[in-house]
């Protein structure tokens, strides 16, 4: 089965402006996503609507495909991208441009999804750390998910699942096992021609999670549970603390 790796990339952003390009410990965020991608994926392309990240993505030899920037989401961008790509990969993964320390591990775990024949998606979650206390927990920014046995999700919300009768709430997270989504996803390439033309269902309206749209249409969302730390960039806070990190750990 061949894999394609993809990375949606906007320059225009709310909180931080530019962030593909922010510079972390001599190199461009973008690029340290592209690099670990790489090492583990034969094909890996940026898709972008901004030529200042081709332009990046170009000088440190990587391959960028220019986008429409009227996409709503990564997920139509990564499709498009797909299309002008030129690929016949069979599956392809989306990888968050915000976050540069990407596990090679992480895609690994999300490849290996694909050897059960009934993956349409795949994505990863991982075990809620309990010493982080419920006030983490109930992140509405941190989607929790639910799965069964088979590792097939059941359900994500931004609420607290499972719900735990008859316990405070503070001691939940020491009564039943959570699980936290971790945004990376993979989709079998025909499966993502479908969803781009799926309309917003009413649980991602409730919601805002564009994956309660492909459970509502039918769709089996496979899971691979990770351990693998990440740092995602969403502020110029962030990305302080990922300068840091990359410092202290000598990437």
């Known amino acids: 089965m061949e894999f394609i790796g993809i990375i949606p990339a906007r320059f225009a ?49 990587g391959r960028a495909i220019m986008t429409s920037d009227r996409h709503k989401s990564g997920t139509d961008r990564c499709f498009e991208a797909y299309s002008l790509s030129g690929s016949d990969a069979e599956v392809v993964i989306n990888i968050q441009g915000d976050e540069p320390f990407v596990s090679p591990d992480q895609i690994n775990r999300i490849m ?35 799965f069964g046995k088979d ?17 405070e709430t503070g001691k939940w997270p020491a009564v039943t096992p959570y699980y936290t989504h971790v945004g990376m996803y993979a989709y079998r390439a025909s499966v993502l021609e479908r969803i781009v033309d799926m309309p917003q269902s009413s649980l991602e309206l409730a919601e805002s999670l564009e994956q309660l749209r492909w459970l509502q249409n039918g769709l089996k969302i496979k899971v691979a549970i990770t351990d693998s730390p990440t740092i995602g960039i969403d502020t110029p806070e962030d990305l302080q603390a ?9 990437l």
Not at 20 to 27: E, Y
Not at 32 to 61: H, M, N, S, W
Not at 112 to 135: H, M, Y
Not at 151 to 167: D, E
């Open 242 to 250: 990922a300068i840091e990190f990359c410092k202290q750990n000598n």
């Open 151 to 167: 590792m097939y999700a059941l359900y994500f919300s931004r609420s607290v699942i499972p719900y735990v009768r008859g316990a």
């Open 13 to 61: 952003s709310t909180r931080f402006p530019g962030k593909p390009l922010a510079d972390i410990c001599g190199m461009p965020m973008i690029e340290r996503v592209y690099r670990r991608a790489a090492a583990v994926l034969p094909q890996v392309c940026v898709a972008t609507d901004d030529i200042r990240i081709a332009e990046a993505v170009d000088k440190f030899g």
């Open 112 to 146: 290996s999804c694909f050897s059960d024949s009934e993956t349409d998606i795949a994505t990863l979650v991982r075990p809620f750390d309990v010493g982080q206390g419920f006030k983490a927990l109930e992140n509405p920014n941190t989607p929790k998910v639910v």
